[in-house]
């Protein structure tokens, strides 16, 4: 009977198999290497930052966004008449739906009466849906603050549950960090690709603390608690679901991105996947290397 | 092979998930889900109080918000305090963006109501327990009934003993404080018995506003800067229709100041109206005076045609209700969403999920090789989506990009969380000629370890989201919570069970 059986998943398991050679590169790292070379890059995305953070979206910031749907039209184009009917500078982009209605989105300053530029608009594109929001820099200013104080909060309780499921100060120290890094990547990448912080942007990286502990979760209790395996193969077999984990989700995210034209759905699946991506190298290289190392100080057989 | 389906299918976790699952479809089938305005089309309005306030005044604040905005002719209305300053308005159904900014303006102009008499202010906003109908009269006479509290009803019985025909006055939101300065011609008008009701002997409007509001009214008379300055002696300038051009010399001095011009057409009396903000005088009627306190009362007018007696009522009738706002509101921040647009948002939402459905399925087939896998895998996904819609809509959660966002987010560590006790099942395949049962146990365990930890700190992180954060993003940490409750006590075990029977372990 149990033969029989074994053969189901055998087909799964030497596929499996075939992808932890693939992946064996990474067992074969020295601890070292794969403790520096995260390390480098968290402290270029923390220069990135300083140097380029990314822009705050008009929820943040305060300001008027007017977005029209059902609009063909050259963005610079409208931008210059915009810009010239109301006395402001405005800045006008254009967006292609997936089922091909175009739209533009026109951003203007705290201030103007978004009511204003849509009756201009509606004298050149009268059969357009016309939608749009409006936030006072007080509200950016509440926001902000609020959004620092959620991230700093969930980031906390976050630390907080781990020492306690770990009670090991370099394995959960290895964790916070990670979760840190992986923030911190995807905040520097928003800056490089010019996305704006926004509440939902916000969220997306509180969801990232969400994703980042479950793979270094999974890691640190297959390198800590598992004794039947060699450290190596502990972790391969980490890195292995791990890389399962991380492509499906990054999948169902490129769908959400390709699919949605809701600029909040739009960018959270985008920060969600810098965050992950970072989040591939911070567990599986920079977690698993103090892990190893920690474990081999500890007489363990690497 | 059946002894171990029937086992399986009678398993209590395998049935703990044919419930929730059967519950939500018939939840769903049954109630519609309902959505937040960003997808159903609507306006969102945030709000902020002057100053922050306690918790008594928010609820009043967010009860007569509602009542207001009711009276306004609007459904779907959703107020919401938020902290000790923030109010948050949500209505559905409206269409253009004209109708949304009318709204803004009339959450703005909720101002602070008193009731005023012989220059005692014997009762707020607060003191109205209930306003009824209003009346129009063949004679184009109107009365608005309504009911005060027992407290004010006294003090105002006592108030007004013996002075019937004395004039009655309701302010909404008057300069309170201020140093008013007006054309000559304005101040003789107030300075005269031109709104002192039926009773000449009453104290002139100059007087009673002084006494009430501490708001002293000079006529200008080509004052310097510096003069209005030490008149003031420290309170706010309110400059009506002259002085325009002392404005900017008095803000350089530090003296707070503000224009009010006179728009064409707009008689003395009229603007007097205006910059106080007064309703009335109505005219003490002889059964009030008689020093009973009562609390059934009414305002009573004379129009010169019906229509105007209609408006004048409405007015009053609009006012009383909606007055009792003990805190001027400034709108913060809106988000106008047409119908059509959150219908198309909807439809997308709709189609990004099936697609990440699909994704989940093929990339966990490519990396197992194995329908067996990945079927059951993407169906538990589908199963977890529809409970979490399923309790959305028990406990009418209105379902907004954020909480869509979230749903997204519980799915995505779903699928981790399956991977994992999938690999953990399928794990020790090599080793397993050891014990097998009680490793697979320990796999299990090790997994649901995991799992455990994981759940626990995604909650830790969403609950202080959703005590914390103010505005738009506690749908998500709602819809994240519940779905992650969902996970780890519905569908993570039901899945371990059926990866059980698939994989072949038991």
Known sequence: ?302 | MNRKLKKLLFNWRIILLIIFLSGSIATLATRPLTFGIDISGGVALIAQTEHPVDSKTMELVVDSLQKRLNTYGLRDVQVQGQGNDIVVVKVANVTSAEEANALKKVIESQGVFYMEFDGVIFGTGKDITYVGVYKINPDNSWEVPFRISKTAAEKFATLAKGKAGWPVDMFLDPPINSLLVVPKSMYDLMNSTAFNANAPQAPYLVERIHDAFNITTIAYANQSAEELKKLADGKPIVLVDVGASLVDKLRAMNVSVRYVPRQSGVSDAELVRSVLGLYGPYSLGEGLANGVPQTDVQITGHAANRLQAEQEAKTVYTVLKSGSLPVKLKVIGMQFISPKLGESFKTQALYAGIAALIAVLLIVYFHYRNWKIAIPVASTSLFEVTIILGIAALIKWNLDLPSIAGIIAAIGTGVDQQIVITDELLGGEKLTKITRRSSTLKRIGRAFFIIFASAATTIAAMSFLLVYFVGTLKGFAVTTIIGVLIGIFVTRPAYAEIAKYLVGED
Do not use: C
């Open chain 1, 1 to 302: 009977m149990a033969r029989k059986k074994a053969k189901k998943p055998g087909e799964a398991n030497e596929f499996r198999a075939k992808k932890r050679e693939k992946l064996r590169f990474l067992a074969e790292m020295e601890p070292r290497k794969m403790i520096i070379y995260p390390l480098a890059v968290f402290i270029v995305a923390l220069l990135l930052l300083a140097v380029h953070f990314p822009p705050l979206g008009i929820d943040l910031k305060g300001g008027v966004v007017v977005t029209g749907y059902g609009i063909n039209a050259n963005p610079d184009q409208v931008e210059k008449w915009l810009s010239s009917e109301l006395g402001v500078n405005v800045n006008v982009e254009s967006f292609t739906s997936v089922e091909g209605t175009k739209g533009i989105r026109v951003y203007a300053p705290a201030g103007v009466d978004p009511v204003k530029i849509i009756n201009l608009l509606k004298q050149k594109y009268p059969n357009a849906e016309y939608t749009h929001s409006e936030v006072l820099p007080t509200f950016g200013e509440l926001a902000k603050k609020q959004g620092i104080k959620a991230i700093a909060f969930a980031f906390l309780a976050m630390a907080v549950v781990v020492f306690l499921f770990f009670r090991n100060p370099v394995s959960s120290l290895a964790i916070i960090f990670s979760a840190l890094s992986d923030m911190t990547i995807a905040v520097a990448m928003m800056g490089v690709f010019g996305i704006q912080l926004t509440t939902a942007t916000i969220a997306a990286l509180l969801m990232l603390i969400g994703y980042t502990v479950d793979s270094n979760i999974l890691l640190t209790t297959k390198l800590t608690r598992r004794k039947e395996d060699t450290i190596e193969e502990a972790y391969l077999s980490a890195v292995s679901t791990g890389f399962t984990m991380s492509t499906t989700t990054l999948g169902a995210l490129f769908m959400l991105w390709l699919i949605s034209t809701s600029p909040t759905i739009d960018n959270i699946a985008i920060v969600l996947i810098f965050g992950l991506l970072a989040d591939f190298m911070n567990t599986w290289i920079f977690n698993a290397g103090v892990l190893r190392w920690y474990l081999s100080t500890r007489g363990v057989k690497a």
